[in-house]
C-alpha cells in the first residue's frame, strides 16, 4: 500500500485508474480480441497450432459466458455510480450491534468496486467512527461480492453455488465482525478511537431528498451506459485479466492434471490457499479461475476458498488495516479469525459431489 506526503493511503495499482491510457486495460483487451477474432475467422489454426487454438477458444467461451454478467454489471455501475456514496456509507447504523453489521455487510456489496478500492472505503468508515466489527465485515463482504462480479460468477458456475457462496461469504462476514467487536468489548484489540454513532435513519432522508432531484429524461440510459463504462474500468481490466489466465490454465494444464493437484481434497484445498496467497490479484481476476476450480476440477469448497482466502491472506489488505488501525495485532486478527472458517466451510463443500 503507497502513501501520499499526508501519510494517508493512496489507490494501489490495481485501481488506479482514470488515467487516459491503462496499459493493462489495453494489452488484456487487445490480446482477448485478437484471440477470438482468429477462432471465429481462422478455425484451422489449432490444427496449426493445438496451444494457441486452446487458447483462443477457451478466451472465447469465457469471454461468451461472462458477456451478460459484464453487461448487466456495466449498467449496475452506472446505476451505482448515480448514488452518492455516502448514502452507501451511512446506512451502516450502529456499531458492535448485529443490524449494524448486517448494514455493513449489505453496504460492502452494494459498492461496485475492486478489492483494493475497497480497502480506500474501509479506511474512511473506520475514520468516520464504524466499529472494527462493521470494518471487517464491510471489507470481507466486498471484495467478490459486488453486484457486477456476483452476475458474473452467476454466469460462470450457476445460480445454485453463486447463491451457496454468496450466502456462507455474507455469514462469514457477520460472524467474523461479530468476532471482532467481542474482542473489543473484552479489551483483546483495540476500539476504534473515532467511535461515533452512525444515524442510519439519516440515510433514507438524504435519499428521498436526492431522488426527487433526478430528471428522467430520454439520454438518462445512455448517460448510464456511458458512466458505467467509465467507472467499470478498473474492474474489466482484472476482469479481461482473470480471462487470459484461465485460459492459460486450460491451455497448459489438462483437465486430468488440473484436477489431481486441486481436486476436492485436503491436498487440493491446502494448494488452492498457496495459490490464493500468491496470486496478488484484483478479486475481479480471480473470478474465472475460482469458476474453473469448480467446473474442471469439481472442487466447489476450492472454489470458495479460492475466492475468499484472497480476502483472509491478502498482504495489501493486512497492511492496509495495520495503517488505518495503528496496530498490528489487529490486521494479523484478520487471517487468524476468517482463514479457520473459511477451511472449514470449503472442507464441508468438497464433501459435496457434483
Known amino acids: 500500500m503507497n502513501h501520499d506526503h499526508n501519510n494517508q493511503p493512496v489507490v494501489s495499482a ?27 475467422l481462422f478455425p484451422k489454426t489449432a490444427d496449426l497450432n493445438p496451444l494457441l487454438g486452446t487458447f483462443n477458444a477457451s478466451t472465447f467461451e469465457l469471454l461468451l459466458k461472462m458477456s451478460w454478467g459484464i453487461i448487466f454489471g456495466i449498467l449496475a455501475v452506472g446505476v451505482m455510480d448515480r448514488i452518492p456514496r455516502e448514502f452507501i456509507m451511512s446506512i451502516l447504523g450502529k456499531g458492535g450491534t448485529f443490524s449494524g453489521l448486517l448494514r455493513a455487510t449489505a453496504a460492502g456489496v452494494l459498492l461496485d468496486l475492486c478489492s483494493h478500492g475497497i480497502l480506500l472505503v474501509g479506511t474512511k468508515l473506520y475514520e468516520r467512527g464504524a466499529s472494527l466489527g462493521q470494518v471487517m465485515a464491510f471489507l470481507i463482504a466486498s471484495p467478490w461480492n459486488s453486484f457486477s462480479l456476483t452476475l458474473i460468477l452467476w454466469a460462470l458456475i450457476g445460480f445454485k453455488w453463486m447463491i451457496t457462496f454468496l450466502f456462507v461469504s455474507f455469514a462469514i462476514a457477520i460472524f467474523s465482525g461479530f468476532i471482532f467487536d467481542r474482542l473489543v468489548e473484552r479489551g483483546v484489540l483495540p476500539g476504534n478511537p473515532n467511535k461515533t454513532d452512525l444515524d442510519g435513519f439519516e440515510f433514507w432522508k ?19 451506459v456511458r458512466d458505467g463504462l467509465r467507472g467499470s474500468t478498473m474492474i474489466l481490466r482484472w476482469i479481461f485479466f482473470g480471462i487470459i489466465l484461465a485460459a492459460l490454465i486450460r491451455t497448459f494444464v489438462n483437465p486430468e492434471t488440473f484436477a489431481v493437484f486441486f481436486g476436492p481434497t485436503v491436498k487440493g484445498l491446502g494448494l488452492t490457499l498457496v495459490f490464493a496467497t500468491i ?30 482466502a484472497g480476502v483472509s491472506t491478502d498482504y495489501t489488505e493486512i497492511l492496509a488495516l495495520k495503517e488505518t488501525t495503528r496496530s498490528w495485532k489487529v490486521a494479523f486478527f484478520l487471517p487468524i479469525v476468517t482463514l479457520p472458517q473459511v477451511v472449514l466451510i470449503a472442507l464441508l463443500l468438497n464433501s459435496i459431489t457434483i
Open 14 to 40: 490495481c485501481c488506479a485508474s482514470k488515467k487516459k491510457h491503462d496499459p493493462l486495460l489495453m494489452g488484456t483487451l487487445v490480446i482477448i480480441v485478437t484471440a477470438v477474432v482468429v477462432h471465429l
Open 206 to 224: 438524504e435519499a428521498r431528498a436526492h431522488i426527487r432531484k433526478i430528471k428522467i429524461t430520454p439520454l438518462l440510459p445512455l448517460a448510464i
Open 279 to 308: 496470486l496478488e490479484v484484483c478479486s475481479e481476476g480471480s473470478i474465472p479461475i475460482a469458476a474453473d476450480l469448480l467446473t474442471r476440477a469439481k472442487s466447489i469448497g476450492n472454489s470458495f476458498a479460492f475466492l475468499m
